[in-house]
């Protein structure tokens, strides 16, 4: 009977504790990219979050598409997403409002060392038409995620119709890491975004099966933005705290957090709040 009474007073103490830490903290939904997700951007901001605004965040790492439905659906608040033609309908079709630029990294081809289509040092046109010449295989997300949309919008660049019923194109409908992991098993190429790439070398060490081939177009730039749910368009929302954490994520203490972030000595996301 004493040690229940012991664990009983115990139990209430931490409760108690628990409480006061959570006192005044406004919960917020957001719908975010893998990428911020799987890099540990995320998890690295959340006690700052915390602590300067006493907003509890809580997010679902999905693609782009999948957030802006979840947002038209209004099942969260806030968006953190990187697809800007799609986020710019996405407001203009009265969805979202406040759409702010945070940061940005750019996008690459990853792939085996040896480099079987020998697109090493080629601008993202030429890889494209090197890969597809000698059908060599290659690893999509395919799952209307920003980096989805960015891949097919690239084939189209290069004169190309998207290769989705060939054989050496593989869609995982999965993220990003997860999607890397398959590039892996397969010894295949892969378009993904810096940062994710940076965390993958990080799990290895800095030596990863699979390497940078092609970079450096000014076309893959890869812009990440914030958009708050409309509250004309979704009656439940919580506004005021998406617009304090946006304003927050834009300011001064959390851009130069982003601009700290660093795996292998590298950094993962470029701030560019304005």
Same mark, same amino acid.
């Given at each position: $009977?004493?040690?229940?009474?012991?664990?009983?007073?115990?139990?209430?103490?931490?409760?108690?504790?628990?409480?006061?830490?959570?006192?005044?903290?406004?919960?917020?939904? $957001?719908?975010?990219?893998?990428?911020?997700?799987?890099?540990?951007?995320?998890?690295?901001?959340?006690?700052?979050?915390?602590?300067?605004?006493?907003?509890?965040?809580? %997010?679902?790492?999905?693609?782009?598409?999948?957030? /802006?439905?979840?947002? =038209?659906?209004?099942?969260?608040?806030?968006? $953190?997403?990187?697809?800007?033609?799609?986020?710019?309908?996405?407001?203009?079709?009265? +969805?979202?409002?406040?759409?702010?630029?945070?940061?940005?990294? #750019?996008?690459?081809?990853?792939?085996?060392?040896?480099?079987?289509?020998?697109? @090493?040092?080629?601008?993202?046109?030429?890889?494209?038409?090197?890969?597809?010449?000698?059908? =060599?295989?290659?690893?999509?997300?395919? #799952?209307?995620?920003?980096? @989805?949309?960015?891949?097919?919008?690239? %084939? &189209? *660049?290069?004169? /190309?119709?998207?290769?989705?019923?060939?054989?050496? +194109?593989?869609?995982?409908? =999965?993220?990003?890491?997860?999607?890397?992991?398959?590039?892996? &098993?397969?010894?295949?190429?892969?378009?993904?975004?810096?940062?994710?790439?940076?965390?993958?070398?990080?799990? +290895?060490?800095? *030596?990863?099966?699979?390497?940078?081939?092609?970079?450096?177009?000014?076309?893959?730039?890869?812009? +990440?933005?914030?958009?708050?749910?409309?509250?004309? @368009?979704?009656?439940?929302?919580?506004? @005021?705290?998406?617009?304090?954490?946006?304003?927050?994520?834009?300011?001064? &203490?959390? =851009?130069?957090?982003?601009?700290?972030?660093?795996? /292998?000595?590298?950094? /993962?996301?470029?701030?560019?709040?304005?």
């Amino acid at each position: $009977m004493k040690n229940v009474s012991i664990w009983l007073i115990i139990f209430i103490i931490a409760l108690s504790i628990s409480q006061t830490a959570n006192a005044g903290s406004t919960e917020l939904m $957001m719908a975010t990219t893998t990428s911020t997700d799987n890099t540990g951007l995320l998890d690295y901001l959340l006690p700052h979050i915390r602590k300067s605004t006493r907003i509890d965040l809580r %997010w679902t790492a999905v693609g782009t598409g999948k957030a /802006l439905k979840m947002g =038209q659906n209004c099942d969260v608040d806030i968006l $953190m997403v990187h697809a800007p033609p799609a986020e710019e309908t996405f407001v203009k079709s009265g +969805y979202g409002v406040d759409r702010r630029e945070i940061m940005y990294n #750019d996008f690459i081809i990853i792939g085996p060392p040896d480099d079987p289509a020998k697109i @090493h040092g080629l601008s993202i046109k030429q890889a494209f038409n090197k890969i597809r010449e000698i059908r =060599q295989a290659f690893i999509s997300r395919g #799952d209307n995620s920003g980096t @989805h949309k960015k891949e097919k919008k690239l %084939w &189209e *660049n290069a004169g /190309l119709s998207i290769p989705d019923q060939e054989k050496w +194109y593989i869609q995982t409908g =999965q993220g990003m890491l997860a999607s890397i992991r398959v590039a892996t &098993e397969r010894k295949a190429y892969i378009m993904t975004d810096r940062g994710t790439f940076i965390k993958f070398a990080h799990n +290895y060490k800095g *030596n990863p099966p699979l390497i940078c081939q092609v970079e450096g177009d000014a076309c893959l730039k890869n812009q +990440y933005s914030v958009i708050c749910i409309n509250p004309q @368009h979704c009656k439940t929302v919580r506004f @005021h705290t998406a617009t304090k954490f946006a304003d927050w994520i834009t300011g001064k &203490e959390a =851009q130069q957090l982003i601009k700290d972030f660093k795996l /292998l000595g590298k950094v /993962l996301f470029t701030p560019n709040a304005k």
